[in-house]
């Protein structure tokens, strides 16, 4: 028998990267060498006092039994402790936290949690694109907010009509960005909470990159911007932080009434995370934080050979001031998707295209920072072959 799928799942949206992963599957398999710049899976291993406090936790009884509902005291201190050390941000942590299976979940849930069929979303255009599969599961109705170059990709809420922000229930943001690896600032953020104070918009703000800022500038957290707490909630990961992706350990913290809402939810889907899992967690928010500045120059290290070799080739393109993403033009005469297909086949190099994150990253194509800096320059060099740009005069 074949059962149908629910109209929640049917209205899911259809996975554009997936579909990336099997063009590079199929360039692979005709025994080419890719340099796969397209996806967002952090390249190095997880710092090892944060394994080995997994491995001395993880025949512990105490954790082999069901964790506590919503968690551990000690990760939700540790998270707490952590807000204040990086942010000098105050957070409850009983009433103002709530662990997550990575921060996608609470991503994918909290319109659920918020919304009923029908309602408003501020979606950013381009976005993360997982935020569309919670809308979709909720039946919400979709507005996107265009994030414009020349706006520094940030939403303009004056070009919203009054009727939209009006309606508006819910806000997505996400700074330092992906795709575009822009960054906010505070006086962005208080814009940001004027108006979802009048509007009585909930703001989500995904931080998932917010460990990683360059030129000694750290990317701001949203709850430091007074008054924060009162409209919204902060998402945030050790996936990129930590290189824990494959640990699944995220949290949601501020707004007491939607913490509580996800907490709600999650009580309903999941127990918690195993319980050495969240041991280590905590070590990797109270322990050494060399690993973490190591990480970040290493992405620096990774943004300036590229930013270096593609000036080489005459392709320009901003400077990524965090996450570890760079948004590129495509040459005239290309779309996203065209010029990527080109890149692939001629150059065996793998970009993500613009496309795929909404209709406004048309026109551009996203670059990941996970390949060391040999690869990068020579994706570069191999690009640069295409001769599809002019090169400076030197
Ligand atoms: C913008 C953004 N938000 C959230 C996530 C999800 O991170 P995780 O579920 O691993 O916490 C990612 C992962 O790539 C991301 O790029």
Redesign the pocket.
Known sequence: MDFPQSDALNRLPKQFFAGLVQKVNRVIAEGHDVINLGQ?NPDQPTPDHIVEALKGSAGNPEYHKYSPFQGFSFLKQAISTFYKREYDVDIDPESEVAI?F????G?VEITQCLLNPGETVLMPDPG?P?YLSGMAMANVNIEFMPLLEKNAFLPDYGQLSDDILNKAKLMFL?YP??PTSATASNEFFEQTIEVAKARKICVVH?F??GAIGFDGEKPRSFLQTKGAKEVGVE?Y????TYNM?GW???FALGNKSVIKALNLVQDHYYVSLFGAIQKASAEALLGPQDCVDELVARYETRRNAFMDAIHEIGWKAEAPKGSFFVWLPVPEGFTSESFADLLLEKAHVMVAPGIGFGKMGEGYVRVGLLNEPDRLVEAAKRIGALHLFKKPVK
């Open positions: 967002g997550l990575g921060s996608k979940t991503l993360y997982d996400n960005n992906n995904d998932a990159y998402m990961t050790l996936s990129k992706a699944r350990v995220g």
